[in-house]
């Protein structure tokens, strides 16, 4: 029910480009239209607007969306190549340019911020704590409680009663932590989904059989599987204290004890953790008692309204969180025979229900879930990934906001963000009151508006209430905020939020996150990023861009984001220009000769011109950059300019559609004023000329100079030359040898770039943009 139809991304610049192609194609008809009336409408006059329609049709850039898919290829390949960034994949070829134009970014928090690398810290009794300095206490006790069972039983087997001098000259308060010590590692090693797994060094199946049971489950080549790490971390902890899982099948589980017994528990019943009941139990039998009890362990505010009435859980549970401790509430009940019969039978006729089964089944498991014995509360902490805070401030240097959705609970997200640095320590948080109705939530918001500059924190609850009665406003607020923490969020609302911001601020977001339960924000977000995680490769494969570590994030926005967008609006817009300028000359050649609808190029010099006279000099621009990555990751406020989208505006597009008219008079006057005898020079010293000058407009863009880009620089202008002793019938031979073609095309040359040339080096001087202060 989590998931949904992703929708097809298109980027931000994609989009500025068709608004613009659409203003060109405007042009188009505009100038077609205005060259008729000029005419006069003689004769077939709508015939002659369709060939004037033919012949300015190189304003409309067709090869524009060739260039741009081959570069948006090139991004892809050097951001796989990045040595920095090691195991980036980029699995879109349509949006690398987005990566520099984000303003949200949402993460997810267990193993997206931390490593999903779960370790043990805390047991709480009730009375007495447990801590990683103390575990050794812990081993003692549940060694000694197991040798004082084991003599007991012993001196049952040998008909002797049993000895009650060895418990009674303990302490009374001794002996009940003791048992209690020993309840809750024994639930805790019995309650949960691992499997223990051997490494066979056996090569034959026969043989494998037979080293197994030799090897009498030697600890060095036992792992644990399981579908979750908190799990794994709380049986390798029983494993450390003494009581190890030693096998587990279907039907069956096996304990080994500190003495090296091995217990059998038979499984009666298994009911799994879901996201809505938030729990797990388990029934078991103890083969050599018979005892029958039912384990169960969950999230405090699953598990508080099922254990009897204590006045510790609650408080504890807030302090481990506030230490950054995952926590998991254990508790048990002892079952009769009758009692368990009883249930099993009302369990299977549940399961049998053709109607509402669920909710049967599950009102049957309730039945079960009464006055359980709190045995425990564990703590569990997932430490931070590598460099999570640097990365965190250097983003929100960067000017983008971030929001952290999270499925734990409110104390454990607020402290992860404050480790993390997401919520600076000094800075003020809000904390969102838990609210169910339209008035509390109005309260709230009020209050949210008094404070300035803090960051809030909202529980999934809270948030649907404020969504449902104030989405404009709860929005609004949230915007402001420099920090935003959602906890106890379910997929569903992740992607809800994600699709709210981009509809309330029309920004671009990104989504982060490593499981499954990330995939439905990742494919609503404008831009998608997967880890790869323990959780397996679902949030990787449905994301735009996968990364092995959270740090990478950092140099995949700041560096390459921010030259994918550079590149692409450059590449964009001479591509414009390059039709621009031959459309202005074609227009130029028909006004001058009676508006007549005659092409000035023709054949072979119009298709070489948007190919091999100027592509690969065009194309050279993906190598451009205007700021050394060193210098970008150094100052990454320079992204901040990124987002407000002026590398491509209608602003830039004037200037360009301004250059080219310019050139492109320029080149046809001039060649019509050097005119000497014949048209076919006209062709030849105008058409030179533009080839000279397209290739100078690419050297007057480049801001950080290739090798490669003087090379494609070199490689068109050879093979110009080369073509003009083919063409014969375009090109005069015995002419262009000549100087006064020399002269006459560099003449024609200098008068259009020059002025450019000059107004490009005052700009950088007078009002030069902020990398090129940081440059100098």
């Keep these: 029910m989590n998931t949904s139809n992703p929708k097809n991304k298109v980027g931000l610049l994609d989009l500025e480009l068709n608004q613009l192609t659409k203003a060109l194609f405007l042009a188009l008809v505009a100038l077609s239209v205005v060259m008729v009336t000029l005419q006069g409408f003689v004769g077939p006059w709508y015939r002659n607007l369709f060939r004037f329609l033919l012949l300015f049709s190189y304003i409309i850039p067709i090869s524009l969306r060739v260039n741009l898919d081959m570069g948006k290829a090139a991004y892809g390949w050097m951001i796989m190549k990045d040595e920095n960034i090691p195991g980036t994949v980029v699995r879109t070829s349509t949006i690398p340019e987005e990566l520099g134009r984000l303003v949200y970014l949402l993460t997810d928090k267990t193993g997206t911020l931390t490593r999903n690398e779960m370790v043990f810290k805390r047991l709480h009794l009730g009375t007495v704590s447990y801590g990683t300095d103390t575990m050794d206490e812990i081993q003692s006790h549940v060694a000694s409680s197991y040798s004082q069972m084991h003599s007991q039983a012993a001196g049952n087997n040998a008909s002797s009663p049993p000895p009650r001098k060895g418990p009674s000259s303990a302490p009374k308060v001794r002996k009940s932590v003791s048992s209690r010590i020993h309840e809750a590692v024994k639930a805790i090693a019995l309650c949960h989904n691992v499997t223990p797994v051997y490494e066979s060094w056996a090569g034959v199946t026969g043989e494998t059989e037979v080293a197994e049971a030799d090897r009498d489950f030697s600890d060095e080549n036992r792992t644990y599987q399981a579908s979750s790490p908190d799990e794994v971390a709380l049986v390798q902890w029983t494993e450390s204290v003494g ?64 254990v009897q009435y204590n006045d510790w859980l609650e408080e504890e549970c807030g302090n481990m969180a506030r230490e950054g401790l995952r926590t998991l509430v254990v508790a048990k ?102 609210v169910s109705s339209r008035g509390e939530a109005h309260l709230e918001l009020n209050a949210l508006r008094r404070r300035q500059d803090c960051a809030l924190v909202i529980s999934g609850d809270s948030l649907e209430v404020c969504l449902k009665y104030y989405e404009h406003e709860f929005v609004e607020l949230a915007c402001q905020c420099p920090a935003v923490v959602c ?59 996968s990364i092995t570590q959270f740090r ?117 006057y001039g060649a019509l004023l050097l005119f000497e005898s014949e048209f076919v020079h006209v062709v030849a010293i105008s058409f030179t000329a533009l080839i000279l000058t397209e290739l100078l407009m690419v050297a007057l863009t480049v801001r950080t100079w290739h090798w490669l880009m003087v090379v494609a620089e070199f490689l068109s202008l050879g093979c110009y030359v080369a073509s003009l002793l083919f063409l014969n019938e375009y090109f005069d031979v015995a002419f262009i040898t000549t100087v006064a073609f020399l002269w006459k095309v560099s003449a024609i040359t200098v008068v259009s770039c020059l002025p450019l040339y000059v107004l490009k080096y005052l700009r950088r001087k007078l009002s030069p943009p902020s990398y090129c202060k940081l440059a100098s």
């Design 243 to 306: 009581l190890t899982l030693v096998s587990r099948d279907l039907a069956s589980m096996q304990l080994k004890t500190p003495g090296g017994q091995i217990l059998t528990f038979r499984i009666l019943q298994m009911f799994p953790f879901t996201s809505e009941s938030k729990r797990m139990g388990v029934i078991v039998r103890d083969e050599s008692t018979a005892e029958i009890t039912f384990y169960m362990k969950g999230a405090d505010v699953a598990m508080s309204s099922i």
């Design 333 to 434: 009940r002892s079952l009769t025979e009758e009692q368990y019969q009883d249930f099993e039978s009302r369990y299977s006729q549940a399961k049998l229900s053709l109607h509402d089964r669920t909710l049967k089944v599950a009102a049957v498991v309730e039945s079960l879930e009464r006055e359980m014995e709190l045995l425990c509360l564990t703590g569990v902490e997932d430490q931070l990934q590598a460099d999570v805070r640097p990365t965190l401030e250097m983003l929100r240097n960067a000017g983008i906001k971030i929001w952290m959705l999270t499925g734990d609970k409110l104390e454990t997200a607020t402290c992860i963000a404050k480790s993390s640095h997401l919520v600076s320590r000094a800075q003020d948080v809000h904390i969102f009151k838990q």
């Design 487 to 545: 906890c106890r969020c379910s997929p569903t609302q992740k992607a809800r939020i994600v699709t709210l911001l981009q509809q309330h601020t029309g920004r671009r977001t990104c989504a982060i996150g490593d499981g499954g339960n990330d995939v439905s924000m990742i494919q609503a977000a404008d831009c998608g990023i997967g880890i790869e995680g323990k959780e397996g490769k679902q949030a990787s494969l449905a994301a735009d861009f």
């Design 552 to 668: 990478h994030v950092g140099r995949l926005l700041v560096v390459h984001g921010r030259n994918s967008y550079k590149r692409s609006a450059a590449l964009g817009q001479l591509v414009m220009h390059r039709g621009l300028v031959i459309s202005t000359m074609q227009a130029v050649f028909s006004s001058v000769f009676y508006f007549a609808s005659v092409p000035l190029y023709q054949g072979f010099l119009m298709v070489g011109y948007a190919t091999v006279y100027t592509m690969f000099p065009v194309f050279s621009l993906v190598l451009d950059q205007d700021v050394k990555p060193e210098m970008a990751l150094l100052y990454p406020e320079l992204y901040k300019d990124l987002t407000k989208g002026r590398s491509l505006s209608f602003k830039t597009f004037l200037v360009w559609v301004l250059i080219s008219v310019y050139q492109g008079g320029i080149l046809m």
